[in-house]
């Protein structure tokens, strides 16, 4: 009997080694059964330095032998809620998300959160931080206040006209920081306002009209390099590019250029590689059951006709 005994335990005992050694390999073609899938959703990606952070964090995702499911909701609140329900449903471990509204993504990450799902927010903060595990973005307000301090060093005062994306906090702390700096000289004055969401297409017919409404116009802070861009087609358009100043955020490839040839004043550059890299690294902690920071701010510099040389044109930092 008790041989009988020892033989049936011995062949439980291999039965279950061979369960486990079932379970745990895979025997996809593919070698994919057990890849983490991670979820991204963009703003937009009609924006090259989204595309870069994206490239960032799925570089680090499938160098972990993981999935990057990447989504644009092309400036949509209702598309974006969405998508990350779609997210969601395909089983994504992690969330990035980069809000179009940052007080109307809510709902989004109320979804993660029942879902049991954590989520980085990353280039623009969200209204309530604590639906999200972090958040990496630049130090916004100083990158505002960046382009204010060079121009009360190279100008005595001026007329402003504003391009901003108000549904963006990184784009409100840009503006804010560049207006605190500013006040308390009384020899600048913003003239013009105009929403335009951080878009090429949409900033250049907006610059034109302010620039036909108030002629005087001799600076221009944008929230970011596309609508920079925007707002000097426009100026050539009426030839007015050679005297009114051009602030951006960014440090695009073709913004440096333009500063390199005095068609654009000046940057505050950010990096959309370290954004990608350090939101893609912290995730990893987070599987691994590790602390991470609530939110991290990297600093931007400027970047102007002064201290650019043609080396510097290429590329992001």
Partial sequence: MR????????ALSLMAAGFYHFVTTDYS????????????????????????????IRTVVENHGDILIS?????????QLEEIQNLIDAEVELI???PVDWTKVEPALELARAAKIPV???????EDDTLVNCTVVSDN????????????????????????????RSSIDRIQGFLDKISANKNFEVVAQAECFGQLEI???????????HPEINIVMALNDPAAM?????????????????????GVPETKEMIFSRRMTATAGQSPRKIGRIAADRAYKIFDGKSVEKIIKLPTHLISSENISSTDIDGWN
């Avoid at 989504?71 to 598309?79: F, G, I, N, Q, W």
């Avoid at 900033?203 to 009209?209: K, T």
């Avoid at 707002?231 to 960014?250: E, P, T």
């Fill in 29 to 56: 073609a593919r070698q994919n059964e057990h890849r983490r899938k991670l979820g991204a959703v963009y703003m937009t990606l009609n924006n090259p330095f989204y595309e870069v952070i994206d490239e960032e």
């Fill in 3 to 10: 041989k009988i005994f020892f033989a049936v335990t011995i």
């Fill in 141 to 168: 307000y100083s990158a505002g206040v960046q382009c204010a301090e060079h121009l009360l060093k190279n100008s005595s005062g001026g007329k402003i006209a504003l391009l901003k994306h108000s549904q963006a």
């Fill in 120 to 126: 980085i927010a990353i280039d623009t903060n969200v």
């Fill in 203 to 213: 900033a250049m017919p907006a610059m034109e009209n302010m620039i036909d409404a």
């Fill in 71 to 79: 989504r644009d909701p092309a400036l949509s609140v209702e598309k």
């Fill in 96 to 98: 990035f998300i980069n």
């Fill in 230 to 250: 925007g707002a000097i087609a426009a100026l050539q358009n009426v030839n007015r590019l050679g005297d009114v100043k051009v602030y951006g955020v960014d």
